[in-house]
């Protein structure tokens, strides 16, 4: 079962960060489900990984879109991509020198975020950038 289930009300209508967004939700209940299946460390560490890196990529080229649409909160959601990152290279550091474990508390930290993000901020970018077309 996932942890998040994909709705249209995360579209955006933007092709290529709605397409970033399903996968960015598949790569989150896939590491969900190695953790609920009780998977090797090494699986679920590639896993994290790889949903880091996704998410690291998804932001910059969100950001791209953002700069050439000339939308106008783009330093605030910078920032918010930024302190996201930052944060998320903080767990990822502890659990991999053995100082946390991924848990169910990271992965709805994760869920929540990414959600929350698309639903609020990334929802007011779209508006933006589809009524300018």
């Not at 079962?1 to 249209?8: D, L, N, T, Y």
């Not at 790569?27 to 949903?51: P, Q, W």
């Not at 869920?111 to 639903?119: A, G, Q, R, S």
Request: proline share 2%; hydrophobic share 40%.
């Amino acid at each position: 079962m996932p942890i998040v289930e994909w709705k249209s009300e995360y579209l955006l209508n933007i092709d290529q960060i709605d397409e970033h967004h399903r996968h960015l939700f598949d790569l989150l209940n896939k590491t969900y489900d190695s953790f609920v299946a009780g998977d090797s460390e090494r699986l679920l560490a590639d896993l994290f990984d790889e949903l880091v890196d996704y998410a690291t990529y998804h932001f910059a080229t969100e950001e791209v879109v953002m700069k050439a649409s000339g939308y106008p909160q783009y330093e605030q959601h910078h920032e918010l991509h930024q302190k996201f990152c930052l944060r998320i290279s903080e767990i990822q550091n502890d659990y991999m020198n053995g100082r946390s474990e991924l848990s169910l508390e990271i992965l709805s930290f994760l869920k929540n975020w990414i959600t929350d993000h698309v639903l609020v901020k990334d929802a007011q970018f779209g508006h933006y950038v589809v009524n300018k077309s």
